[in-house]
């Protein structure tokens, strides 16, 4: 069993930053895909970044740039730097580990809350 806690967020205005971490509990090592996603009151679950078994790194178009996803060499934090804050960043974000499906991650329109382990999330508000 894994388990993962969000935790980072908080309150920020435009231009900001905020770390996110996601700590992992129980049996997790560099075979797990994981990523990080956020959920705005009333809109559909997106994708934000995703850091493969590998180590290679994706990030949804709406974040490259600003957005940087990594994790510990122990496997037990992934983070999500988040720089250049805008308003619309603002969203419920969760962290989430999955091993890889036929051999692949996931892509991050992909995952589904029923696939791997998912935190409880963390709320990210940007004001302008």
């Known amino acids: 069993q894994v388990q993962l806690v969000e935790s980072g967020g908080g309150s920020v205005q435009a231009g900001g930053s905020l770390r996110l971490s996601c700590a992992a509990s129980?049996?997790?090592?560099?075979?797990?895909?994981r990523g990080w996603f956020r959920q705005a009151p009333g809109k559909e679950r997106e994708g934000v970044a995703l850091?493969?078994?590998?180590?290679?790194?994706t990030y949804a178009d709406f974040v490259k740039g600003r957005f940087t996803i990594s994790k510990d060499s122990a496997e037990r934090t992934l983070y999500l730097q988040m720089d250049s804050l805008k308003p619309e960043d603002t969203a419920m974000y969760y962290c989430?580990?999955?091993?890889?499906?036929?051999?692949?991650?996931?892509?991050?329109?992909?995952?589904?809350?029923?696939?791997?382990?998912w935190g409880q999330g963390t709320q990210v508000t940007v004001s302008s």
């Open positions: 850091i493969d078994t590998a180590g290679s790194r």
């Open positions: 129980g049996y997790i090592d560099s075979r797990y895909c």
């Open positions: 989430a580990a999955a091993l890889r499906y036929r051999g692949r991650c996931r892509t991050l329109s992909q995952w589904g809350e029923n696939f791997g382990y």
